[in-house]
């Protein structure tokens, strides 16, 4: 009689715990969140989000977790979202800049506040500004080295008979280098430039590449305060910085705007110093692999040009998404910041500088070639920012305006006049 209680004990259990495992399984919440990202083509740190996506799943079983990476080609990026975006549909999380899809658009949900704390509390410096707009947070930023820093070809260096561990700390100094480093045909064209120049591409990038030498001279593009260009993108400064930056083609003829854009002509080893950002090691590593090469901070004139990126990347998530799916891709967020070894992962996996102070102070990323240069930058360097809804007219018109001293079709002071008046209207409509 004793045993026969006994089995039924253990069959009842043995009944409960099935019912109770299965109630679990039909209460896990079924939750797929779509996330577009023009940023795909940037090595492998979107490619790790649905592998994180899995271990989410794992570690909470009342949810049935999915997540799907649509990659968005970068041409006609804006035009996709901005189409979605107004229609009040879109994918539940997304990439971009948030003085545009939340200060222009109005797309990005705020993120809570619990969350937006642990993420600001472990962010690095530079990183903390990216993914607000008017002092709300937004987005997660991608990286902690998303602005420029010099980088050399130390072979060249020595061909050229300078000396790769004394790089120049100045604007006059660099552009001294770049006349030992540039090389010429038998008609006088460049074969192998000193300085390499971004002079091709979308205005926008051409404005992003030239903004140091507008700082590093004391100028800036605006004061979205005044509302007004006049008087700063056409100062004497700013004048002085982009009238420098033109002579390196036109004048000293150290910089081609015929071969290739500056990463193109560092990977086929033809330029000798270019700037870019922390990106750059990991794709030298996977496409360039022979170029030899040291980074260091940028150079100075007038003054430090500082970190100053106009790419303040983000991942946000989707105001108008249910409501089901903005709770669980927030919980993801929290998850993510919380999980330091994830993180570090992840930015191993991605081979680009971490946002996160705790994990760029680690190995591997404090043996990076970058990282003694990023240090220096982040450690008071500042720059003016320009995360403005307006920012992508205002920084295409000054685009233009660089691309019309770099082709010699107008001096600096011209064209940034002209770069003044288109940007003053634009700036009126938010008056």
């Not at 604007?171 to 300085?195: C, P, R, V």
């Not at 705007?257 to 330029?271: R, S």
């Not at 940028?298 to 303040?312: D, H, I, N």
Request: net charge negative; with cysteine.
């Amino acid at each position: 009689m004793k045993s026969m209680k006994q089995t039924c004990l253990v069959l009842a259990l043995t009944v409960m715990m099935a019912i109770t495992l299965t109630t679990a399984a039909l209460a896990a919440e079924e939750v797929k969140l779509t996330y577009w990202t023009h940023w795909c083509s940037n090595g492998d740190y979107e490619y790790f989000w649905p592998k994180a996506a899995e271990q989410f799943n794992a570690e909470h079983p009342d949810v049935d977790f999915e997540f799907e990476l649509v990659c968005v080609p970068y041409e006609g990026y804006e035009a996709k979202y901005t189409s979605a975006f107004q229609a009040g549909k879109g994918p539940d999380l997304f990439n971009g800049m948030p003085h545009t899809w939340a200060g222009q658009y109005g797309a990005a949900d705020p993120m809570p506040a619990d969350i937006a704390e642990s993420l600001e509390q472990v962010l690095v410096k530079p990183a903390q500004e990216w993914g607000l707009f008017n002092g709300v947070r937004y987005g997660m930023p991608y990286e902690g080295g998303n602005f420029m820093m010099m980088f050399i070809n130390t072979d060249m260096f020595v061909e050229a008979g300078l000396d790769p561990d004394d790089p120049p700390e100045t604007f006059d100094e660099l552009l001294e280098y770049a006349k030992k480093l540039t090389k010429y045909d038998e008609q006088g064209n460049i074969t192998q430039a000193g300085y390499g120049i971004r002079w091709k591409g979308h205005p926008f990038g051409i404005a992003d590449k030239a903004m140091p030498f507008v700082h590093a001279w004391g100028g800036q593009l605006l004061s979205w305060d005044e509302k007004k260009a006049s008087g700063y993108v056409n100062s004497p400064e700013s004048v002085a910085g982009i009238e420098f930056y033109g002579e390196l083609v036109n004048e000293h003829k150290v910089a081609s705007i015929e071969v290739d854009n500056p990463v193109g002509m560092f990977a086929q080893g033809l330029a000798g110093i270019i700037f870019r950002e922390s990106w750059l090691p990991g794709w030298l590593q996977k496409n360039a692999p022979h170029i030899n090469y040291k980074v260091y901070p940028m150079p100075v004139a007038a003054m430090e040009p500082g970190v100053y990126t106009s790419f303040a990347w983000a991942i946000m998530v989707n105001k108008n998404a249910p409501e089901a799916n903005k709770k669980w891709a927030w919980e993801f967020f929290k998850w993510y910041i919380n999980n330091p070894e994830l993180r570090k992962e992840h930015y191993i996996e991605a081979n680009i500088l971490p946002s996160f102070e705790d994990t760029a102070s680690q190995e591997p990323f404090t043996s990076r070639p970058d990282y003694e240069a990023w240090k220096t930058m982040i450690q008071g360097r500042t720059a003016p920012s320009y995360y403005i809804p307006p920012a992508h007219e205002v920084l295409q018109a000054f685009g233009q305006a660089v691309l019309d001293v770099l082709y010699d079709k107008a001096d600096a002071q011209t064209a940034l006049d002209q770069a003044a008046a288109q940007i003053d209207e634009i700036l009126a409509q938010y008056e």
